[in-house]
């Protein structure tokens, strides 16, 4: 069944929502305001069998307000799977700031946004990613809150930030049609241990710091990570007792990345750029029942946006990721560049909006291209299509070749 036209019963239901939300504003409290969405989302695959890729119902509450000196701010999910596999409602987000003169402090969880590029994770990874959809959700549904204590001290041009997170929090692999083909073969020997994850004492918590300059006609910033792989690698085991058996275990190791930005204006171009050279990482064998390799690796990117009217902004980055000391044995090349593009411009007095992004992956001969069409029918209420495009010799890109995908969404904001 086609899912474009196979849950209105589900629709009529969650826009009903909005009938009982006023009631929830009569309850808050004095000085509070809130704000949310509800929206709809419906896949369908687009080669044969045409089938449901995602369809889901969700509801976003935001509230904010001030209680003595300190400003709170919680931000809440409930999400429906109109398919019926699997429901979730997770406080995204939820904090107390304090404001002092020339500094602040934030204490909660609370999602954490550096870095200069667009739809590619470089420096910005003090959040953890959910991968559960691959690329096809938007960046700001990606990111993923942590329990940290942030304070920052400011003054007109320069910024210190320092971020303690006590417990790590992982990352979400793509699941569903957009898991990736498992390294192991068909038929072999193996057994899975349980994931092992880092341990609960503070010495186990993540670190960063970053400075900012934001000067006239230039913003630099350097940072130093001290986290986590988001997702766990695998490590691998050998029987000892002659019986061929590979034990695989799941781990999360540390990784420390040095942080590296700038952004500069000239007329209508905005240049930017930003690097980090990490120590330590893993990297998979080629050879499913080798050891994992531990090598250090810079990442990359640089970037312009050119904005020739309101209406129309072109966007154009290059990045890559660079092993080194790369061997024969890895799975990955010693470089992985990725070329994107993106076209956004809205039409009608900027009811449509048209977005192209375009990621392109020469050394797998891999491309991936999202379009979307925007339109505001009221300015409350949006209704959304969209078509997302896969294909590739190898790699990431070529194992979803069969996930290409026609989307609808419909979000009603209060």
């Given amino acids: 069944m086609n899912p474009m036209s196979s849950h209105p019963r589900a629709c009529v239901v969650t826009f009903g929502l909005l009938a009982w939300t006023p009631h929830v504003a009569a309850g808050m409290a004095d000085g509070f305001t809130w704000d949310g969405f509800i929206e709809t989302y419906h896949a369908t695959r687009a080669q044969p069998p045409r089938d449901t890729q995602a369809a889901r119902a969700r509801l976003r509450l935001e509230v904010r307000g001030d209680i003595g000196d300190n400003q709170v701010f919680a931000r809440g999910t409930a999400e429906r799977d109109l398919e019926g596999r699997e429901h979730r409602a997770e406080l995204d987000e939820a904090y107390v700031d304090r404001v002092g003169e020339g500094w602040d402090l ?20 003090v959040s953890p990613s959910d991968l559960s959809e691959s690329l096809t959700r938007d960046l700001d549904e990606v990111r993923l809150g942590v329990d940290a204590l942030r ?40 057994v ?32 130093l990570l001290h986290t986590w792989e988001d997702l766990p690698s695998l490590e691998r085991r050998r029987s000892v007792d002659g019986t061929g058996t590979t034990t695989l275990a799941p781990r999360h190791h540390r990784l420390t990345l040095l942080g590296l930005e700038f952004a500069r204006p000239w007329r209508s171009f905005v240049f930017r750029s930003e690097a980090v050279y990490g120590w330590g990482r893993r990297h998979e064998p080629a050879r499913w029942d080798a050891d994992l390799y531990r090598k250090d690796f810079v990442q990359w990117m640089a970037g312009v946006d050119w904005t020739p009217e309101a209406e129309w902004t072109l966007t154009a980055q290059v990045a890559d990721e660079w092993i080194l000391d790369h061997e024969t044995g890895m799975a990955a090349a010693a470089h992985s560049p990725v070329v994107t593009l993106g076209l956004t411009t809205t039409f009608l007095r900027e009811t449509l909006k048209l977005s192209n992004l375009l990621y392109w992956r020469p050394e797998e001969e891999g491309f991936y291209n999202r379009f979307s069409l925007d339109y505001a029918l009221t300015d409350r209420f949006h209704a959304s299509a969209g078509l997302d ?15 290409d995908q026609l989307w609808i969404k419909l979000k009603y904001s209060f």
Avoid at 152 to 179: C, D, H, M, S, Y
Avoid at 194 to 223: I, N
Avoid at 394 to 402: I, L, P, S, T
């Fill in 192 to 223: 899975y241990a349980p994931t092992k994850r880092p341990g609960r004492a503070p010495a186990d918590g993540v670190l960063a710091a970053r400075w900012s300059y934001y000067g006239p006609g230039l913003d630099l910033a350097v940072s």
């Fill in 106 to 125: 934030r204490l909660g969880r609370q999602v954490v946004i550096w870095g200069r590029a667009d739809g590619l994770r470089i420096v910005d990874r």
């Fill in 389 to 403: 495009l896969f294909t590739g010799e190898k790699g990431v890109f070529a194992a979803y070749e069969e996930n």
């Fill in 151 to 190: 304070l920052r001290t400011l003054n007109e041009t320069r910024q210190w930030e320092l971020i303690w997170v006590p417990r790590f929090r992982p990352g979400k692999a793509p699941r569903g049609v957009w898991a990736l083909p498992s390294p192991v073969p068909e038929g072999a020997d193996v």
